[in-house]
């Protein structure tokens, strides 16, 4: 008589940490612990929670998620420090999960994950992952977008302010557009090198800053492409056409916009100065290389996603709403 015997085992639980950054954004994260205990599936995953201490602390958190194998790292914050993990974990089999807490969340609302703790912490016990390309400006990555000129300059300004939010950001374009000077840029691609005199100058992976504010509506994340946007000088009057573009979706139609794709690009300029990524503001010099990694990142992304690849006019309700409470 012949026996075969089965073994039973135990699946084994994935593994999740959670890296939460206690100073960004406006809302409060007192509530994640017991949240998480309530969304994720305990037998499914292993949860941990660390929080930072100082600026940089995600990004070796993370690191050290990659190393160990962790399955997911989650981002608890704002852009940044969904940056300072992501681009820990760039190459790696390690899932970048978002729970959006920022003042702009450009990547999160790109990806179409929900604004509730309690939803994104749903979106994350589902599990699904999917490749994303990301750029890289002189060696460093970002995820959304990249850019010099005035976006980079206000980023500096809306460091610096001591408030985030919308209506903070509006105030400081508003603020500081009238004094602000364009710059030349001189942007070699695979085929062409042409010089502008521009106000800004983007290079865009997913379609927008933050606060569904369009710089680049049509841009994927799995394309291979970069959007580079250049924005030409404007008078006062038709600043506000382009305000509204930017929110409605519809910035590539105006007279003031130029836009092409491409892999990589070399972008001169005549002196030094701000750079931001994903909204970060650092100095940088007079030589800026911009290229895109395809599919260098893989993330924990919606079931029901589909990229946010313009829908004109949905935006201009938040528009109205925002401007509605700003005091200038």
């Not at 807490?101 to 509730?116: F, I, K, Q, T, V």
């Not at 460093?140 to 206000?154: E, L």
């Not at 004094?179 to 070699?188: E, F, R």
């Not at 056409?241 to 979706?249: E, P, Q, R, S, V």
């Amino acid at each position: 008589m012949h026996f075969s015997y089965f073994c039973i085992m135990e699946e084994q639980k994935k593994n999740i940490t959670f890296i939460v950054n206690p100073i960004s954004g406006t809302k409060s994260k007192d509530a994640l612990d017991t949240l998480v205990g309530e969304k994720i599936d305990a037998t499914k995953y292993a949860c941990e929670i660390i929080k930072t201490d100082y600026a940089g602390h995600a990004c070796e958190i993370a690191g050290r998620c990659r190393a160990a194998g962790i399955d997911i790292c989650v981002a608890v914050g704002g852009d940044g420090t969904v940056n300072e993990v992501a681009r820990a974990l760039v190459g790696s089999a390690t899932a970048l999960g978002i729970i959006p807490c920022g003042s702009g969340n450009g990547l999160a609302r790109h990806l179409r994950l929900p604004m509730d703790f309690g939803h994104a912490l749903e979106v994350i016990n589902k599990g699904e992952t999917a490749l994303f390309d990301y750029g890289v400006i002189n060696g460093q990555p970002f995820f959304c977008t990249c850019g010099m000129g005035f976006d980079a300059f206000v980023s500096l300004k809306f460091a610096q302010a001591g408030k985030r939010g919308l209506a903070t950001y509006i105030k400081t374009v508003l603020k500081e557009g009238l004094a602000y000077k364009p710059d030349v840029y001189t942007i070699v691609d695979d085929d062409h090198q042409h010089t502008y005199t521009a106000f800004l100058v983007a290079c865009a992976n997913a379609s927008q800053y933050g606060n569904n504010a369009y710089i680049a509506p049509q841009a994927s994340m799995q394309d291979g492409l970069l959007d580079i946007i250049i924005m030409e000088p404007f008078n006062l009057l038709e600043a506000a056409t382009l305000g509204i573009d930017l929110f409605a979706k519809t910035l590539k139609n105006n007279s003031h916009i130029l836009t092409f794709q491409s892999r990589h690009i070399h972008i001169h300029r005549s002196q030094s100065g701000a750079v931001h990524f994903d909204g970060d503001p650092t100095t940088m010099g007079t030589d800026l290389d911009v290229s895109i990694s395809p599919l260098g990142l893989k993330a924990v992304i919606n079931p029901d996603y589909v990229e946010d690849r313009a829908v004109p006019g949905r935006a201009m309700d938040m528009l109205s709403k925002t401007i509605d409470h700003i005091i200038i």
